[in-house]
Structures are given as structure tokens and as C-alpha cells.
């Protein structure tokens, strides 16, 4: 059995470092040109579950890798207002073991840890046009640059934009969600550090502000003496930094903030948060000016399940979702860790290529497009969300910032918000 995965993003790569673990023939065709490209420095949170995936699939060394380079545990989450005041603060329990923790991860730094060891295994500059089929029961991947490559199975793992879902299921749509973000990134200077209280500082917050807009702020600081030597350090250039994102229904912001770039998607920040605190706008102020991105917010709308073929989907690929908590990243980690079981299963004599696929799909797709809808619920993900609206945004903000105040202050509510917190909706823990 050979594989083919399209797209090496953290879920392709989890499954391919699963599969060559198995000793199964995997390949992974990547557009990127290179491994130093794709280096978005943002963080991603990784959850128990996708960390007990990264365990199983990664060699022990990479994992062990995984855990020495991420940031250093936050030990607050808070609930901030636009003027920089606590209306709730939460202290976070201490990481339970290296395997079963929440980690906060930058995205530029997992995809190193991802890529390395696999040189083998992954083909760079190759962009996927579409698959052709063979009567012998083999699918070919055909590229942009004229090259193509045949194997037995077929995984797209390219993203929310897939190529292989646009041919191989035409009428699953992707829709907007109504929701505008704009991400920066700022170093962690002693200025900028200056500029936040200490709960900000060593934590994750959540800012409601008015005038409909929200705020992610995070510091991610590094164990930067705790990493030493490893192939793909030399291509990690995180340090210590801040991330601060603003967003709000599109109505919010103009309509080409998607197309903006550099000082000018600063400004649309900067003018979108006017009414923020002197020390979070100086924040934007102070971004990277070529880090910052805007986003237009998307999600998979569900459909039924299809027929097993020999061309199969993971990730944002099937069901991306917007991106509270990290559950996208988590969930593709979990689909890589249970496809990974099948076809080892398969590699063994255990089961059949098309059981196992099937096995795969009638797991995935209902677990999958639960943590879409669950996405959906999470504050401000929605454009139809009430805090965005100019009369009814006033009750909805009141309402959010009362229900975090009370939460905090309620020793039953508060035990109940932290276990939700770091608890992935919907897995059976006890079969992992």
C-alpha cells in the first residue's frame, strides 16, 4: 500500500509521521517550495487531544521536541474590557503530564518540528490540479508543474481551499461566516511588556469591547534553554512576542480590509479599536507590520456521508470551522491519529483498504462536523452574533461580561468553566 497526502499542514504531517512510523509507504506533496515557507508565527493551542495524537504518530525524540518548544504555560485566562479592565480572571491549572496538557504552540515553530525527519517523505513545489483514476484500482495526483504520482490511496489534507474536495465532493460548501479578523504580532520587549498588566502577561485574554468588536490578546514566551539542538532550529525564528486580534461582523470593517497589507492593515486595526486603551492600540502601533493578516472567517457547511472510495479527507479539508480554542487544529489531529489506526491496521492484514476507510469516515464525519456547529456558538465566531448588532450588542456585551464576573466570583461556576475549558467537547476519552 502506498498513500499520497496532499498538503503538509499539521495534520497531513501528523499522519505521514504516523504512517513511516508504521513502516507504511507514505508520500506528502506540499505547494510550498520549501520547508522555510508557510512560517506564520501565530499561536495555535493544542489540547489534550491533539497532543495524545502528536504522541502516538511522532518518533518519542520529535515529540519530546513538540513539548521543549512550545511556550511556556499561561496561568491566567482573563476577561478584559476595551479600557484594559478585569472583569474576570481565571488561574489555570499546571499541565498534568507531558502527553494529556494543553500547550500553546506557534504555528511557525510545529510546522519545523512537523517537517523534520521527513525529507524522505515530502515533495515540495508541488500543487495539486486533480486526481485521474485507473481501472487497476490505483489514483494518480496530478500537479501544476506537469509531474504526477500514483498510489492506492489518496488523502486530501490540503486545507480549506482543497483541490481534491472541489473534484472529489463538488457540493460541499464552504460559507462565509460573516466575521472579519485582523491578527498582529509584536515583539515582547521590555516597552511592550510594560504596556500590560501582570494576569495579561502570563496569560490568554479575551477582550469584549464595545462598539461590537473582540480582542484575543496572548504573550508567548519560549523556553528557549530548555530547546537545545535540533534539526529545523536553525529555521525557527520565534521569539518572545504578543499576539492582539480584533474582529467583528464584516459591517465593521471596509470592505477591502481583506485585501490590505502592511501599515495600512494596521491602520484598519488601529481605527477598528479606537476606543481601545492607549496600551493595547500601542500594541498594534508597535506589530510587525509584515506579520499582521487579516481574515474573513469561513466554515463547512454539513452534508451527508458519501460513498468509500479510495480517496478519503482530513481537517480543514472536510470541515473547517472557525477558530475558537484551537478546535480546528485539534480535530485535524484527531483525524490523523484515527486514519493512522486504519490503514496500520490495514498494513498488518487486519482489514481491507476499504473497511478501514469506511471505518474512518463513519467516525469522522459525525465527530467532525459537531465540533463545526460547536464552533459556531463560541462568542463573536458568528456574524450573526448579537454582540455585533448596534441595538442589541449593548444587552449581549452586558450580558457576556455579567455571565464572566459571575463565573469568576461562583467557586461552582468557576471549577465548571475551568473543566470545560480544558476538556475537548466530544471524545470518549476512554477509548483513546
Same mark, same amino acid.
Given at each position: 500500500?502506498?498513500?499520497? $497526502?496532499?498538503?503538509?499542514?499539521?495534520?497531513?504531517?501528523?499522519?505521514?509521521?504516523?504512517?513511516?512510523?508504521?513502516?507504511?509507504?507514505?508520500?506528502?506533496?506540499?505547494?510550498?517550495?520549501?520547508?522555510?515557507?508557510?512560517?506564520?508565527?501565530?499561536?495555535?493551542?493544542?489540547?489534550?487531544?491533539?497532543?495524545?495524537? =502528536?504522541?502516538?504518530?511522532?518518533?518519542?525524540?520529535?515529540?519530546?521536541?513538540?513539548?521543549?518548544?512550545?511556550?511556556?504555560?499561561?496561568?491566567?485566562?482573563?476577561?478584559?474590557?476595551?479600557? +484594559?479592565?478585569?472583569?474576570?480572571?481565571?488561574?489555570?491549572?499546571?499541565?498534568?503530564?507531558?502527553?494529556?496538557?494543553?500547550?500553546?504552540?506557534?504555528?511557525?515553530?510545529?510546522?519545523?518540528?512537523?517537517?523534520?525527519?521527513?525529507?524522505?517523505? !515530502?515533495?515540495?513545489?508541488?500543487?495539486?490540479?486533480?486526481?485521474?483514476?485507473?481501472?487497476?484500482?490505483? %489514483?494518480?495526483?496530478?500537479?501544476?508543474?506537469?509531474?504526477?504520482?500514483?498510489?492506492?490511496?489518496? %488523502?486530501?489534507?490540503?486545507?480549506?481551499?482543497?483541490?481534491?474536495?472541489?473534484?472529489?465532493?463538488?457540493?460541499?460548501?464552504?460559507?462565509?461566516?460573516? !466575521?472579519?479578523? %485582523?491578527?498582529?504580532?509584536?515583539?515582547?520587549?521590555?516597552?511592550?511588556?510594560?504596556?500590560?498588566? &501582570?494576569?495579561?502577561?502570563?496569560? +490568554?485574554?479575551? $477582550?469584549?469591547?464595545?462598539?461590537?468588536? %473582540?480582542?484575543? =490578546?496572548?504573550?508567548?514566551?519560549?523556553?528557549?534553554?530548555?530547546?537545545?539542538?535540533?534539526?529545523?532550529?536553525?529555521?525557527?525564528? &520565534?521569539?518572545?512576542? $504578543?499576539? =492582539?486580534? #480584533?474582529?467583528?461582523?464584516?459591517?465593521?470593517?471596509?470592505?477591502?480590509?481583506?485585501?490590505?497589507?502592511?501599515?495600512?492593515?494596521?491602520?484598519?486595526?488601529?481605527?477598528?479599536?479606537?476606543?481601545?486603551?492607549?496600551? =493595547?492600540?500601542?500594541?498594534?502601533?508597535?506589530? &510587525?507590520?509584515?506579520?499582521?493578516?487579516?481574515? /474573513?472567517?469561513?466554515?463547512?457547511?454539513?452534508?451527508?456521508?458519501?460513498?468509500?472510495?479510495? #480517496?478519503?479527507? +482530513?481537517?480543514?479539508?472536510?470541515?473547517?470551522?472557525?477558530?475558537?480554542?484551537?478546535?480546528?487544529?485539534?480535530?485535524?489531529?484527531?483525524?490523523?491519529?484515527?486514519?493512522?489506526?486504519?490503514?496500520?491496521?490495514?498494513?498488518?492484514?487486519?482489514?481491507?483498504?476499504?473497511?478501514? #476507510?469506511?471505518?474512518?469516515?463513519?467516525?469522522?464525519?459525525?465527530?467532525?462536523?459537531?465540533?463545526?456547529?460547536?464552533?459556531?456558538?463560541?462568542?463573536?465566531?458568528?456574524?450573526?452574533?448579537?454582540?455585533?448588532?448596534?441595538?442589541?450588542?449593548?444587552?449581549? +456585551?452586558?450580558?457576556?461580561?455579567?455571565?464572566?464576573?459571575?463565573?469568576?466570583?461562583?467557586?461552582?461556576?468557576?471549577? /465548571?468553566?475551568?473543566?470545560?475549558?480544558?476538556?475537548?467537547?466530544?471524545? &470518549?476519552?476512554?477509548?483513546?
Amino acid at each position: 500500500m502506498h498513500v499520497l $497526502i496532499i498538503g503538509g499542514g499539521t495534520g497531513g504531517m501528523c499522519l505521514a509521521h504516523g504512517l513511516k512510523k508504521a513502516g507504511v509507504s507514505v508520500a506528502v506533496y506540499e505547494r510550498y517550495s520549501s520547508r522555510r515557507d508557510g512560517l506564520y508565527g501565530y499561536r495555535v493551542g493544542i489540547d489534550p487531544t491533539g497532543s495524545r495524537a =502528536l504522541h502516538e504518530c511522532l518518533p518519542p525524540e520529535l515529540f519530546d521536541t513538540f513539548v521543549a518548544t512550545a511556550a511556556r504555560e499561561p496561568r491566567h485566562f482573563n476577561v478584559l474590557t476595551q479600557s +484594559l479592565r478585569t472583569t474576570a480572571t481565571f488561574q489555570l491549572p499546571p499541565a498534568r503530564d507531558a502527553v494529556n496538557s494543553e500547550r500553546s504552540v506557534s504555528r511557525a515553530t510545529l510546522r519545523q518540528v512537523l517537517f523534520t525527519g521527513m525529507d524522505d517523505v !515530502v515533495h515540495y513545489g508541488k500543487e495539486f490540479t486533480r486526481y485521474e483514476r485507473h481501472p487497476d484500482g490505483t %489514483i494518480s495526483a496530478h500537479f501544476g508543474d506537469g509531474t504526477t504520482a500514483t498510489g492506492d490511496l489518496l %488523502i486530501a489534507a490540503d486545507g480549506t481551499r482543497s483541490a481534491v474536495r472541489r473534484q472529489f465532493l463538488p457540493h460541499a460548501e464552504i460559507k462565509d461566516a460573516g !466575521v472579519t479578523a %485582523i491578527a498582529t504580532k509584536t515583539a515582547l520587549t521590555p516597552e511592550t511588556r510594560a504596556l500590560l498588566p &501582570d494576569e495579561a502577561l502570563n496569560g +490568554l485574554s479575551l $477582550i469584549f469591547g464595545t462598539k461590537g468588536m %473582540i480582542g484575543m =490578546l496572548h504573550v508567548m514566551t519560549f523556553k528557549r534553554d530548555a530547546q537545545g539542538g535540533w534539526p529545523g532550529l536553525e529555521l525557527d525564528t &520565534d521569539r518572545d512576542y $504578543i499576539n =492582539l486580534s #480584533i474582529w467583528s461582523s464584516h459591517a465593521h470593517f471596509p470592505e477591502d480590509t481583506t485585501r490590505r497589507r502592511g501599515r495600512r492593515l494596521i491602520a484598519t486595526a488601529l481605527e477598528a479599536a479606537a476606543n481601545w486603551h492607549p496600551n =493595547l492600540r500601542r500594541i498594534f502601533e508597535l506589530s &510587525d507590520p509584515e506579520a499582521a493578516f487579516p481574515l /474573513k472567517i469561513a466554515t463547512s457547511v454539513p452534508i451527508d456521508p458519501w460513498p468509500t472510495t479510495n #480517496i478519503t479527507l +482530513l481537517g480543514d479539508a472536510i470541515h473547517t470551522m472557525t477558530p475558537g480554542q484551537g478546535v480546528g487544529a485539534n480535530t485535524a489531529l484527531r483525524d490523523a491519529r484515527l486514519l493512522c489506526r486504519e490503514l496500520t491496521a490495514v498494513a498488518g492484514g487486519r482489514k481491507r483498504l476499504p473497511a478501514a #476507510i469506511g471505518d474512518y469516515e463513519a467516525e469522522m464525519i459525525p465527530y467532525g462536523f459537531a465540533r463545526v456547529a460547536e464552533s459556531l456558538t463560541s462568542n463573536g465566531t458568528s456574524g450573526d452574533d448579537p454582540l455585533f448588532r448596534p441595538v442589541t450588542g449593548l444587552f449581549a +456585551l452586558f450580558a457576556a461580561r455579567s455571565y464572566f464576573a459571575a463565573t469568576s466570583r461562583v467557586p461552582a461556576l468557576r471549577r /465548571k468553566f475551568l473543566a470545560d475549558l480544558s476538556t475537548y467537547r466530544g471524545e &470518549d476519552l476512554a477509548r483513546s
